[in-house]
């Protein structure tokens, strides 16, 4: 075995993610809080209760831990519904619950990153319309400047919203997430809308801190083609990859949104990014189908993948190299700020996690300006639309007794943060099968 190490730039951030509706708990004027009454929409009919209570205040816990064990930066969101719980009120023991979050982060030395949309929607603003509604936009200022004039003490670095690509397409296309449309129309207005409201936060931000940085955190997702010499598996494949991947961050970059074979001018987003956020989770193939109920695709993973426990992810951290690639096109630093892997018995997890962050390790070497990587996530939480049924935390969660389960994962995650590199010892010590792998002779 060869013995080597793989290491970071010095002042590099290690940390994990998370997301209020997931892991606050007690949330009951959004509309997921909404969205889990209605019967059929959360897998196994799952309730989200205290997730894991941090409004309860087990954020310091588990602030903690994340400490303890060599995280100097956490990724975490406020609540809109919150801080303005109806259209004409703003909840100043809300502001001071999240300025009490960020400035723990401080005082324990690490690093907070805070994004101000990640899927939630107040009740209210869902009766408005939500971000269908012209008038959203605004809103969405007027919320960013309440929380950063409250936070920007603590916080200089700062997302907008978390993966517009998602929340729009399951929110308005496919129907998973609240409102349940699939409605192509709404689908191309809300894409508008989020950019709108992105460049008005960002100009808000630096309006009140000139020095912040600023962006969005967006979701890669590699489409392949499943069978490279088919044209109609190829122009699927580019389809996708052109309008979920791209085409949300274009617009920030050009001030033009190319959405649906639709081409919105929105000349004032143009530069409003400081850095690129990728998450980045999975590959999967592409394949044309003559079933029209199925948009004429269907999405898989090959036969002999090697998959997450619910075969929700493949294992492809070549995929993750790539989306670095994309990353690095707009030539700004990058942050990952989001990977990882459900895996409740924590078997898969370890390998997936070192074998990406090897990736990241190749991208820094090829000189890709990354500056820090957030871990999804730090405990286990509410997935969403799957509900409990997906275990993605480096602790564990008795969602009945709120105990934490200390999994493998913490100590192999915590030897990357604490050593700012990946050893072949500590390789050698949690999964010596990919020694040859990653470290060969």
């Known amino acids: 075995m060869a013995k080597a190490t793989y290491s970071f730039p010095r002042g590099f951030l290690w940390g994990t993610a998370t997301a209020s509706q997931q892991a606050e708990g007690q949330n009951i004027n959004n509309n997921w809080s909404a969205w889990e009454t209605q019967p059929g929409r959360i897998r196994e009919g799952h309730k989200a209760g205290l997730a894991c209570d941090w409004w309860g205040g087990r954020w310091k816990e588990d602030f903690d831990r994340a400490k303890e064990t060599g995280q ?9 519904s919150r801080i303005q719980p109806t259209p004409d009120r703003w909840d100043e023991d809300a502001l001071d619950h999240y300025r009490q979050m960020v400035r723990g982060l401080v005082d324990r030395g690490m690093t ?25 936009p605004a809103l969405f200022e007027a919320y960013t400047r309440k929380v950063v004039e409250a936070l920007k003490s603590y916080v200089s670095l700062w997302c907008t919203i978390n993966e517009p690509n998602v929340y729009t397409v399951c929110s308005y296309l496919t129907g998973e997430f609240p409102p349940g449309k699939t409605d192509l129309n709404a689908t191309s207005q809300v894409y508008i809308n989020l950019v709108k409201g992105h ?61 649906a074979a639709k081409r919105t001018s929105i000349p004032e987003a143009a530069g409003t990014m400081d850095y690129y956020g990728l998450n980045y989770y999975t590959v999967q193939k592409v394949a044309f189908v003559l079933k029209p109920k199925d948009m004429f ?86 997935e969403w639309e799957r509900g ?23 100590d192999v995650y915590a030897r990357i943060c604490k050593e700012n590199a990946i050893s072949s010892d500590m390789v050698a010590e949690y999964i010596p099968g990919l020694l040859p792998v990653l470290f060969p002779d």
Do not use: C
Not at 114 to 131: I, N, Q, Y
Not at 389 to 409: M, P, Y
């Open 297 to 382: 695709f269907r999405r898989f993973f090959p036969e002999g993948s090697e998959l997450s426990p619910t075969g929700f992810i493949a294992n492809r951290p070549d995929g993750f190299f790539k989306a670095m690639q994309f990353a690095n096109s707009f030539d700004l630093p990058i942050y990952i700020t989001e990977n990882g892997v459900e895996d409740p018995e924590d078997t898969f997890r370890p390998k997936y996690t070192v074998q990406h962050i090897h990736q990241m390790w190749r991208a820094v070497n090829y000189t890709y300006p990354i500056r820090g990587y957030f871990h999804w996530t730090l405990v286990d939480n509410f």
């Open 72 to 80: 100097n930066a956490h990724r975490l969101s406020i609540e809109w």
């Open 112 to 136: 907070p990153m805070v994004t101000l949309h990640h899927f939630s929607d107040p009740l209210w603003l869902v009766d408005r319309g939500g971000w269908e509604s012209p008038e959203t």
């Open 199 to 259: 460049v008005l936060s960002y100009k808000a931000i630096h309006e009140i801190q000139p020095a912040a940085q600023v962006s969005i955190a967006m979701n890669y997702n590699g489409f392949e083609p499943s069978r490279p010499w088919f044209f109609l598996d190829t122009f699927l494949s580019n389809f996708m990859t052109s309008n979920f991947n791209y085409a949300f961050p274009m617009a920030l970059k050009t001030g033009k949104l190319n959405f």
């Open 388 to 410: 409990w049924t997906q275990r993605f935390g480096l602790w564990g969660l008795n969602v009945d007794t709120q105990e934490r389960i200390r999994r493998k994962s913490v």
